[in-house]
């Protein structure tokens, strides 16, 4: 036989279907060709990739399922219930009953309870009172940060978990589960000798990750002369803190890498720029999480770039240059944006 | 050009058909309408058709209720089951048509839940590339048609026999190794990088 003859039998043959006699001449026939061999070999590599791909074995629900699986299925046999993809139960009158009954005691009591501390209730406000209940919301004491636009890479608000009140112009502090930071993709000449606090590097431009701080005399400058600094402007300011609670990352450490400038503390210059909204499927984003004493502990892929090896290539390098390091922040989750470009 | 000639292409209809004298009291005292004795035939199989279910939805909640569904729908047919067949492929046909029909109803391909469970290894790079891996063979699989997918699930994963597959799909064993062949063809144009 030859190779195209052999070529129809491989099959059989690696599932182990052929009989004796053909199965003896498909050895002797591999044992003299390569590229038979080479043929078999794939078919192995195949199967061994789909196992290895369905990462094994099935989960096993477990012993109690299994021991209750046949009962749950008598019992839907002798109650006649056909269980196809629940949908709802069927409730007798009863259980139907129950709901309405209780919501109906339950207006009941609202109403007679309600009454006397309806007679009691004054008929009118007080012009005070009306001031204060028409008096437009306080504004929060969260602080903001003012971000360079051209330190941000492009992602999307709604990926960060982040809420955008947009008629404050700002976000609100009490959805803010963490804190947020971002910074660009470290690229050469910023890499994590730059990120580690701890090296000394303590001059604002120098920390990608540590919180940049604005004087109110620098705020006030950007607002005269402009929206914000430009990155040449800034000599290479490579990192803009999003926003943080009051509780949070506003402590002694920050004020003293600001000039503990008070003023500060008030201060909303924040301002979600254009591009900082704009979704580009070829952005994603790192999580990194810094232990207790501040050293890395994981970096995940938070989502995914579109790409698989621009996810792969980043977290290689994201580890590389952080491990090791010591970052301010401690017991955070920081959100590091990346693109396929900054894996270039 | 030859034709393969299977080592003894009756022994797993066989096996499978070999009359199992306390199975097939089982089954006749659940054609009369004895539940218990069905529980006890379900116990029998339970792990095998939710595994194979399993196979094809990839997620607990789905694989459960087919499963189950899948039991009690055999023994409201138990009436029309010839007792002198075997049990197994009958069971198995109904389990098999009734995951490919609510996946086909759902428009789902193959919903795998557990793609995002935790990776086995703890180093982040490995883990990636686990996940990524086995996201690319999922969806490669998934992209299969239902007629070449459920040939090699059936052989690959669950490891059945030429002749078990034919018989539980009803098809002849040339289909099976004509499908088998086409979808290993297509994975490995599909999964060709990772070989």
């Known amino acids: ?344 | 050009m030859p034709v393969p000639v299977l080592k003894d292409e009756g022994a797993a209809a066989r096996q499978t058909s070999r009359a199992d004298p306390e199975e097939k009291q089982l089954l006749a005292r659940a054609k009369n309408g004895d539940t218990e004795a069905f529980g006890k035939l379900v116990q029998r199989y339970q792990r095998r058709v939710y595994t194979v279910i399993y196979r094809f939805v990839r997620n607990h909640t789905d694989a459960d209720d087919l499963a189950q569904d899948a039991f009690i729908r055999a023994f409201k047919a138990i009436d029309r089951f010839d007792l002198r067949y075997p049990f197994s492929p009958w069971m198995y046909r109904i389990a098999i048509n009734l995951t490919l029909n609510h996946l086909k109803k759902r428009k789902l391909k193959m919903v795998d839940t557990d793609i995002e469970r935790k990776p086995s290894s703890d180093n982040p790079v490995d883990a990636l590339e686990q996940y990524q891996t086995r996201r690319k063979v999922h969806q490669a699989i998934a992209k299969l048609p239902p007629k070449l997918r459920q040939v090699l699930v059936l052989r690959v994963y669950e490891n059945w026999p030429y002749a078990q597959i034919a018989e539980v799909l009803e098809i002849p064993i040339g289909t099976v190794m004509s499908r088998l062949s086409r979808a290993r063809k297509a994975l490995k144009e599909e999964l060709g990088s990772l070989l």
């Open chain 1, 1 to 344: 036989m030859n190779c195209k003859d052999i070529e129809q039998l491989l099959q059989a043959y690696h599932d182990g279907e052929l009989d004796p006699t053909q199965r003896r001449e498909v050895e002797s026939h591999l044992a003299e060709c390569p590229h038979c061999q080479a043929k078999l070999a794939e078919l192995s590599a195949l199967d061994g990739l789909l196992i290895d791909g369905e990462a094994g074995k099935i989960p096993d629900p477990g012993k109690h399922y299994w021991h209750s699986f046949s009962d749950r299925i008598t019992r839907k046999l002798i109650h006649g219930q056909t269980p196809i993809i629940r949908t709802h139960r069927v409730r007798s009158l009863k259980f139907k009953l129950i709901p309405i009954l209780s919501g109906a005691v339950a207006v009941f009591l609202v109403v007679v309870i309600s009454i006397p501390l309806l007679k009691k209730a004054p008929t009118k406000f007080t012009e005070e009172e009306v001031a204060k209940l028409t008096a437009p919301p306080k504004k929060s004491n969260v602080r903001f940060q003012k971000i360079n636009e051209n330190e941000l890479l492009e992602t999307e608000i709604d990926d960060l978990n982040l809420s955008l009140d947009e008629s404050a112009g700002g976000l609100l502090a009490g959805d803010i589960k963490e804190e947020v930071f971002m910074a660009p993709a470290p690229s050469e000449g910023t890499g994590a000798a730059d990120i580690a606090a701890s090296t000394g590097a303590r001059k604002k431009d120098d920390a990608p990750i540590i919180a940049e701080q604005e004087t109110a005399a620098e705020v006030a400058s950007n607002r005269s002369v402009g929206e914000t600094k430009t990155r040449d402007e800034r000599a290479k300011p490579s990192t803009a803190k999003v926003a943080e609670t009051p509780s949070g990352y506003a402590d002694s450490e920050d004020k003293t890498l600001a000039g503990g400038t008070a003023a500060k503390e008030t201060e909303e210059t924040w301002g979600f720029d254009r591009q900082f909204k704009t979704k580009t499927d070829q952005t994603g984003i790192l999580r990194v999480e810094i232990d207790s004493t501040g050293q890395l502990a994981k970096v995940t892929v938070y989502r995914s770039s579109g790409d698989t090896s621009a996810d792969s290539i980043a977290l290689k390098n994201y580890r590389k240059q952080w491990e090791g390091k010591i970052f301010r922040e401690r017991q955070r989750a920081l959100y590091v944006p990346f693109s396929q470009d900054t894996n270039d």
